[in-house]
């Protein structure tokens, strides 16, 4: 993939931009798909996080954020959209700083 491909793809995990998130709408017509709410989100993020916890057995693991920005799970190995972590410490301040 290149460059251009990764920022492209990048660009569509951005929270800000839910109607893009891998579905190929780049503003170039309407987006068919209705936004969640913020409510929706934050909903999302902590029932994401909470399967974080229950899912970190051991450290460190990569960590990957799907679907509306806002949904992180336990992937088997790193990519450039993964977060690493280390330590049950670093999962913690993670959810204190990312979790709505």
Same mark, same amino acid.
């Given at each position: 993939m290149s460059?251009?491909q !990764?920022? #492209? !793809?990048?660009?569509?995990h951005r #929270?800000d =931009? !839910?109607? @893009? @998130?891998?579905? *190929? +709408?780049?503003?170039?017509? #309407?987006?068919?798909?209705v936004?969640?709410t913020?409510?929706?989100l =934050?909903?999302i993020?902590? #029932?994401?996080?909470?399967i974080?916890?229950e899912a970190?057995k051991t450290f460190p693991?990569?960590?990957h %954020?799907?679907m509306? *920005? =806002? !949904?992180?799970? %336990?992937?088997?190995k790193p990519?450039?959209f993964s977060l @690493?972590?280390n330590s049950?410490?670093?999962l913690?301040?993670f959810?204190?700083? +990312?979790v709505?």
């Amino acid at each position: 993939m290149s460059y251009e491909q !990764h920022m #492209k !793809h990048y660009r569509n995990h951005r #929270k800000d =931009r !839910h109607c @893009q @998130q891998c579905s *190929g +709408y780049f503003g170039d017509g #309407k987006c068919e798909e209705v936004p969640p709410t913020l409510e929706e989100l =934050r909903e999302i993020e902590k #029932k994401s996080f909470a399967i974080l916890l229950e899912a970190a057995k051991t450290f460190p693991f990569p960590a990957h %954020i799907f679907m509306t *920005g =806002r !949904h992180w799970k %336990i992937t088997d190995k790193p990519n450039l959209f993964s977060l @690493q972590v280390n330590s049950y410490e670093e999962l913690l301040e993670f959810g204190k700083n +990312y979790v709505g």
